[in-house]
């Protein structure tokens, strides 16, 4: 039975994404891999297939795990490795397409992280791996094992006539990564003294964690060459040596961080920016894990030399710096204390979210390759570079659907009273057919540029806003934040934009009634300016602070919970998805302001003879009211929903499609991924091969097990 301590930790890892639980009322289910159609399979088999088998092209082992998969590099790939990759698939040197389809199938399972390296190990044998086998495959991977060790007559028995199933096959590269290690270490401690060089000890770290990161594998070598930064030695013994006890406590850590990560959550409930010092989080460790004092140790002295080298902590992001220019105090202080940043450097997050984006891009920029001076000024450019996108996608929105924001207008303009038996517009529609038919196409885009010239800065505004308040109102515990205050930042977002877009606005307006007028002369924005003034230019500015307000306090907390309604398993959303939320959340938001948009439209409409006239939002609604009726506060509202919905999908959609034309990698330099260049997939991995290109450097990174890609 669980505690009620235990059941509030579990609760919050729930929250956090690291612990899955069960709810029979759950609505969303686990994110299944969609299997690729047949036609398009094959297609791809048939675009990769070289070899001439019985009058017919079929995929060699070549086709298959280099050119296509990419597992191995094409010029100068490892003979051997590729000969076991083949003898996994019965012996054969290509596949059939049959057997290209079905390793498809069998990449989209749960154990495929399992399975294959199994089915690499015993060459595709259904009995089970042979010891025989074992220590052939073995010779080609970064592990190492005494052939006289225990594990070896633990797993095959006395005599090596033992298969190991592939039921015990995980648990068993488990034991085999711990065993590769010990053996790794006992043949550098020559003299069995139990102390390894700092050499060795740096060497043998790099090969049984291969998968690491750069800057944790630089951070590592430059430690050794201070070992006491390992824990200290005792007094009498070579400074230069490592103990196996620190070696063993060291490879724990790098093996055991997610676990790490776990205790840490626990510790800041969830939220991810919390400094943890050594003490609270070797208490929490004692509770929920088998931490010991030595390893918890070693974690906080890495994270301390990461603060120094700038890739964590309080000065990440503006290095390489030279932290000895930091007051030492200050130094100590973080240094004893970490945050999950610091974790994430030794075992980043998997970004699943560009699943969909398999098509490989050049960066305009290579920003990998710049010095840290010139990466300071790129990180200016970034936030002109993000502004620029954002104020194209954000026109491209507004001009989509502006002929629909001018119908609106003109409807919302229209008087209508007991003593006027006509009216020029029925409803949308036969607004729309007039405009165009008396005005053309172009009349349906008047009023166009003060939009345009609008749109960036209230953009920019709007967004700022809504992610500095939404910043400000958020739980400094938990990292959470309540629905008052996503409608309060929403709010704030909608109150700041009034300023600035009020002018434009009523420009815009002006202009997009000024075709119902067929005599009289061409009205352009510079005459409604000059006609308006300075305070005139904010007429109606109260019933836009009505509009807007409610609006944006409407639409973001919607579109933030419907984005997270829409977000897959691994919490990521597609465009798709993102255009879907905006519309959704965008309906409600648009369709309940209208009132007050309706009063706006008729205050900073130029009244005409024998219109009436508003003073203010009061009266402009009690005349509106006493001549029209109620639903005359409703009119243009489907107009208004069919323009704010989808403007902003658009405005997404397009802001992606920006991205991917002119895209620029911003990351900073030194922090690639430690998976290589030839694992990454491409739009021909559709279906499970999407899986099966990230395999290797899964196998890598969550095993431990690489099998070498190049030629010695």
């Not at 990449?107 to 190990?121: E, G, K, M, N």
């Not at 006890?245 to 409930?269: E, M, P, Q, R, W």
Request: hydrophobic letters at 40%; glycine letters at 8%; charged letters at 25%.
């Amino acid at each position: 039975m669980l505690k009620e301590n235990d059941i509030g930790v579990v609760k919050m890892l729930s929250s956090c994404g690291l612990l899955k639980t069960c709810n029979c009322e759950m609505k969303r289910k686990r994110k299944k891999v969609k299997l690729a159609n047949k036609t398009d399979l094959k297609k791809i088999y048939e675009k990769y297939a070289t070899l001439d088998v019985e009058g017919g092209k079929c995929m060699s082992d070549v086709d298959f795990f280099v050119k296509f998969l990419c597992w191995l590099p094409e010029n100068g790939h490892n003979k051997r490795t590729l000969e076991m990759f083949r003898n996994s698939f019965e012996n054969k040197n290509y596949l059939t397409l049959e057997e290209f389809e079905q390793f498809e199938e069998q990449a989209s399972s749960v154990d495929i992280l399992y399975r294959l390296p199994f089915h690499i190990f015993s060459k595709g044998s259904p009995e089970g791996l042979s010891y025989t086998d074992f220590v052939r495959t073995l010779e080609n991977t970064n592990l190492k094992c005494d052939v006289e060790a225990d594990f070896i007559q633990f797993y095959f028995g006395k005599d090596c006539s033992k298969l190991v199933q592939l039921s015990e096959f995980p648990q068993f590269l488990k034991d085999l990564s711990a065993e590769s290690a010990k053996s790794a270490f006992k043949a550098c401690d020559i003299e069995n003294s139990g102390y390894i060089s700092a050499e060795n000890f740096c060497k043998i770290i790099l090969c049984i964690n291969q998968a690491l990161p750069e800057p944790v594998k630089e951070s590592i070598q430059e430690m050794t060459c201070n070992c006491k930064m390992l824990g200290g030695l005792e007094s009498g013994y070579d400074v230069h040596r490592v103990s196996f006890g620190h070696f063993s406590a060291f490879n724990n850590i790098l093996k055991n961080i997610d676990t790490i990560k776990i205790v840490y959550l626990a510790i800041c409930g969830g939220n991810k920016k919390v400094e943890v010092s050594k003490e609270d989080f070797m208490s929490q460790s004692q509770i929920m894990t088998s931490l010991t004092p030595l390893e918890v140790d070693i974690l906080f002295k890495l994270c301390s030399l990461f603060h120094e080298k700038g890739l964590s902590g309080p000065w990440r992001g503006s290095l390489p710096v030279d932290w000895r220019v930091v007051e030492d105090v200050e130094i100590a202080d973080h240094q004893c204390q970490i945050t999950f940043s610091d974790l994430e450097v030794i075992s980043p997050t998997a970004r699943s979210d560009r699943s969909d984006e398999v098509e490989e891009k050049d960066s305009l920029v290579n920003v990998q390759q710049l010095t840290s001076n010139q990466y300071q000024v790129i990180q200016l450019l970034e936030s002109f570079y993000r502004f620029t996108l954002g104020s194209v996608a954000g026109a491209v929105g507004a001009t989509t659907v502006y002929p629909v924001d001018l119908v609106k207008t003109r409807m919302q303009n229209q008087r209508t009273s007991s003593y006027l038996s006509e009216t020029l517009y029925k409803n949308s529609w036969d607004c729309f057919r007039k405009v165009l038919n008396h005005e053309g196409f172009l009349g349906l885009y008047r009023g166009l540029l003060p939009q345009l010239v609008g749109v960036s800065p209230e953009k920019a505004i709007k967004l700022t806003m809504n992610d500095l308040v939404r910043g400000n109102l958020k739980d400094e515990m938990t990292g959470n934040l309540p629905l008052w205050g996503e409608i309060i930042a929403g709010g704030c977002a909608g109150a700041s934009q009034v300023m600035f877009t009020n002018p434009l606005e009523i420009v815009k307006i002006r202009l997009q009634v000024a075709g119902e007028i067929s005599s009289g002369s061409k009205v352009s924005a510079l005459k409604v300016v000059k006609d308006l003034g300075l305070a005139g230019l904010y007429k109606g500015s109260a019933a836009c602070f009505l509009r807007d307000i409610p609006f944006s306090g409407i639409f973001f907390p919607a579109y933030a919970h419907f984005k997270d309604y829409f977000a897959d398993s691994s919490g990521q959303n597609s465009p798709l998805s993102l255009l879907t939320a905006g519309g959704l959340a965008g309906i409600p938001a648009a369709f309940l302001v209208t009132p007050a948009d309706v009063i706006k439209t008729r205050l900073q409409v130029k009244a005409r003879h024998n219109q009436t006239s508003y003073l203010g939002v009061r009266d402009a609604a009690s005349k509106i009211y006493g001549e029209e009726g109620i639903r005359a506060f409703w009119k243009g509202s489907v107009a208004r929903m069919c323009r704010s919905s989808p403007q902003f999908g658009v405005t997404l959609l397009a802001y992606e499609l920006l991205q991917k034309v002119f895209y620029v990698d911003f990351s900073k330099p030194g922090r690639q991924d430690s998976i290589s260049h030839s694992c990454k997939p491409h739009a021909d991995h559709i279906g499970g091969f999407r899986v099966a290109s990230s395999i290797l450097p899964d196998m890598e990174k969550k095993l431990g097990l690489v099998f070498h890609k190049h030629d010695n």
